[in-house]
């Protein structure tokens, strides 16, 4: 396998839209920007968090050209590609390659349920060949809560053994901290990344590299801190503390739930623009959640 | 509402693939006349038998153009739009609008799981206003087996009322008779499909429209014929031989088997052709299903 060019903490980026719901593009760059000052070694934008499947195929290209062409460095990214076809898919995954990204996040197709591993193992092939670029990176995206349909240890196995060079890693957002014990230990050198900071200490300990959250929006240098100094004595201490912000946040649906934060950390409403089938927290629980986080 | 442009028996139309699994546009063209020959009243090009959310979505705008530039008539067709973007969703439903098609079918955005009420009468909401066309006729697709997420009844009633012009109908592949009998029974003049052809007479009865129905792909005329004679006195005989069809491939995925019989029928082993994730039927199962199928 090759050298991991993505490590550390990522940020699923919240995407601001506008109040005719559209990527609000200058306020995203500014706040990809912000992330990576902040504390973020880098972004996957178009992630679950960042509504990115709520984002359609011309969006995410476009904004992915307007983010490099602002200046933020292709090589920190990974952007989020997958889609339900191999077409689409590949027409998105293609595209980050070209521009030169870190990586690609990439999900198996969801549309259909209860699919084969030989399926899922053959649309991630297909993509890989269709985009036929060696600089292509692929990170799986293992979501079963959302996607339903996942990567199985099986097809990490195999897909690793057929595209050494081009799958290189995974973000595990099972929520089961078994099935991402069973990567780490089977896949030594592998790019694991944690989908929850909760499990960063972890993870680290048992040679992943890093973690994609969502809480990375919010908290991202308090994140850093705990990737930084993970071998200090103190570091479970630092990691409890980390879960506080977390546990503060874990009634409310996370995505309104960040943006509210935004919106009050800002002063700025249109952070709780979310593109349908989202909706923003109720008034009274939006208060609660602020009271918790900032509490 | 409006009066109901498309009714009787409509086919998802298979999508028959390249060897480099690209639709064969060609073929799909010819299928698609040869199914309007041979009994059915009109096509569901893009649906899920179709492959549909296989397919990208500048495929699928290519392929309808291409579809209703060989002659086929635009108001018999009522072609898949559903993506999990309201963005993808709006210009797919938009394109098909400005061709004149009969009506698009609609599946809610699919991604996020959980989801409430409110998020996708907003989501359907938004696409119509994006759209803003009145030619736009929205059939709802319910098919929660696949989807995860769904219309529920309160959608329906709040989605009727708030665009009656447009909100003209719905296929309901819930295979729950209980959720097709409450549509049925409380939206009177609801252009209503069943999912299933096994609902065909009862769906009738209560006032239904019709069935967009995988099995419309290898039986039409069968189908047809129950359509036009279902006030006959042994119409439930009639329905009792159309489930025997169903029955005999019940236990195969769909999609592969009926790519099966197309190829064993034509002979033209091109048919076989699926674009992962799915994946054909084992020799055995191909054998079975055929015996079974033809027997």
């Known amino acids: 396998m090759t050298q991991q060019p993505l490590h550390g903490v990522l940020s699923p ?14 306020k995203w760059i500014a706040f990809c920007k912000q992330l990576l000052q902040d504390g973020c070694t880098g972004l996957a934008p178009f992630g679950t968090t960042s509504e990115g499947n709520s984002l359609g195929v011309e969006e995410r290209i476009d904004m992915l050209e307007q983010l490099v062409a602002a200046g933020v460095p292709a090589h920190r990214l990974m952007p989020g590609v997958g889609t339900c076809s191999i077409a689409d898919t590949a027409k ?5 390659a070209r521009l030169d990204c870190g990586g690609v996040l990439m999900l198996p197709p969801f549309y259909y349920k209860g699919v084969s591993d030989e399926g899922v193992f053959r649309a991630t092939a297909e993509v890989i060949e269709r985009v036929g670029d060696s600089r292509l990176r692929v990170y799986l995206y293992h979501i079963p809560p959302i996607a339903v349909v996942g990567f199985s240890l099986a097809n990490i196995e195999r897909l690793i053994a057929a595209y050494p060079n081009t799958v290189i890693g995974i973000k595990d957002s099972s929520g089961d901290w078994n099935n991402l014990q069973a990567i780490l230990e089977n896949f030594p050198g592998f790019g694991t990344f944690t989908g929850s900071e909760k ?5 680290l300990r048992l040679g992943g590299v890093g973690t994609i959250s969502a809480m990375a929006n919010v908290i991202p240098a308090r994140i850093r801190y705990l990737y930084e100094h993970w071998t ?3 570091a479970d201490q630092v990691q409890e503390v980390l879960n506080l912000y977390r546990e503060s946040t874990r009634e409310y649906a996370p995505i309104p739930a960040l ?3 935004m919106a009050s950390r800002t002063g700025d409403a249109s952070w709780l623009n979310l593109r349908p089938p989202l909706i923003n927290l109720s008034a009274d629980k939006a208060q609660q959640l602020l009271a918790n986080f900032n509490g």
């Open 199 to 203: 499990f960063l200490l972890s993870t």
């Open 92 to 96: 998105l995954a293609g595209h980050a």
């Open 259 to 261: 943006k509210q934060i």
């Open 13 to 26: 980026v919240l995407t601001p839209m506008t109040d005719q719901l559209n990527p609000d593009i200058p």
């Open 232 to 234: 200090d004595e103190n």
